[in-house]
Structures are given as structure tokens and as C-alpha cells.
């Protein structure tokens, strides 16, 4: 184990009594540590733990570090198999950060958490697709065709975002009039990304009758 682990005596109390170290708050300090210098690739074996209340404290600190975090992009990935919501949430947290340059590719994850099960973190991918930049979305539409489960909607919708300032906003107008499900998500989304040039959309997609869709087009950005 690196040497730093065994000396740093916060990371040394998460992995004594991990459960402990969470209920007293302790999570916080140990993120100022590595605001003071602590070297962030510390984070590495706690990401890789067993004991997943180890892992939810290291995906915190790693969401908290911004830019700082991102070398840390494929050790927090994996953590999403394990099926926690929090790890989940946080992780996804780390990837609209992250995922840009040579790692954009990864930003395919927000838009295939769209598909989850837990409205939780689907409402938190429709939030991070609101506010990702333009190259997160072209490198997403590129990928659009491994979102699951397969449909052409997902191709059209991420297209849809990565131009929709340049677009007729009666084709999001269409999209959110669609049967299809996720058709109206993306539509949402991006009523939500012209809420300023064109709030009557939000608006038709605040009255849908999909609570979890209407619910985020009534949210602040």
C-alpha cells in the first residue's frame, strides 16, 4: 500500500472504522488534505476497496476535487457496476468534469444513465446534458449507437442537443409531442438549454404529463 496511505492519518481512520468516519463528519477534512497537497493519486486504492462506505468517501472527495480529480476518471468508472446510487451519482458527477480531450469518448455514460432505473440519477444525467459543452455532445452523438436499449431516439436526441441553439425549435417542439418515452427526455433537455431564447418551450415541457420530466423542466438550471 502506498506509503502515503499508511502515514496520513485520515485515510488511516476511513479504512479503521470506515462506517465511524462517516458518521462523525470526518470525509470533509480528509477533502481539505488534498486541497492543502495531499497527492490525489492517494485516492486510488480507497476507490478500489472492498468496504463500499470506503469507496462513497473516496467518489465524494474525487466529485469535490473538479479538474484536480481527473486522472482519477478510470478508477472512478468502474464503480458504477456495483449499483449504488450514491457511488453512482457522484461518479457520474466526475465524468461531466472529465470527460473532455482525449477522455470525451467517456461522457457517453451521462446520456446511457438516462435509461436507469432509479429516477434519481435520471434526472441528475438530465441536469448534467443541460449544461454539457458542445464537444461532450458531438463526441456523444458519435457513440449514440451503444446506448441501451438500442434506439435510433438516443441518436436523434443527442443530435438534437449538440445543435439545438441552430435549430428550428419546432423540431424540439415535435420531440416533446413524441410517445416515445425518451424522446420527450431529450426534448426536455433541450427546452431546458434554450430556456432563454425560447421559454414557451420549457414551459410545454413543464405541463407534460411525465412527472419526472415535467418536475426537471420546472427546476432552476
Known amino acids: 500500500m502506498n506509503e502515503t496511505i499508511l502515514v496520513n ?3 488511516v481512520e476511513l479504512l479503521a472504522d470506515p462506517v465511524s468516519f462517516r458518521q462523525r463528519g470526518r470525509t470533509h477534512p480528509l477533502l481539505k488534505e488534498y486541497f492543502a497537497g495531499l497527492p490525489v493519486e492517494t485516492l486510488r486504492p480507497l476507490l478500489a476497496h472492498a468496504d463500499i462506505v470506503v469507496n462513497q468517501a473516496a467518489i465524494w472527495v474525487a466529485s469535490e476535487l ?16 456495483k449499483g449504488d446510487r450514491y457511488l453512482t451519482y457522484h461518479v457520474l458527477e466526475v465524468v461531466v468534469v472529465c470527460a473532455i480531450g482525449d477522455n470525451v469518448d467517456r461522457f457517453i455514460l451521462i446520456p446511457q444513465a438516462l435509461g436507469s432505473d432509479d429516477d434519481v440519477i435520471r434526472t441528475l444525467a438530465m441536469r448534467l446534458l443541460a449544461r454539457s459543452d458542445q464537444s461532450q455532445l458531438e463526441g456523444a452523438v458519435r457513440l449514440a449507437g451503444s446506448i441501451d436499449p438500442p434506439n435510433d431516439v438516443h441518436q436523434r436526441g443527442l443530435s438534437l442537443l449538440a445543435t439545438c441553439e441552430s435549430r428550428d425549435p419546432e423540431d424540439v417542439r415535435r420531440m416533446l409531442t413524441e410517445d416515445e418515452p425518451f424522446a420527450r427526455i431529450y426534448g426536455a433537455i433541450a427546452a431546458k438549454r434554450l430556456r432563454v431564447m425560447h421559454p414557451d418551450l420549457q414551459q410545454i415541457a413543464a405541463e407534460l404529463a411525465d412527472k419526472s420530466v415535467s418536475r426537471f423542466a420546472r427546476e432552476p438550471l
Do not use: E
Request: charged residues 20%.
Open 9 to 11: 492519518p485520515l485515510i
Open 66 to 81: 473538479g479538474n484536480k480529480g481527473c486522472t482519477l476518471l478510470d478508477d472512478v468508472i468502474p464503480l458504477m457496476r
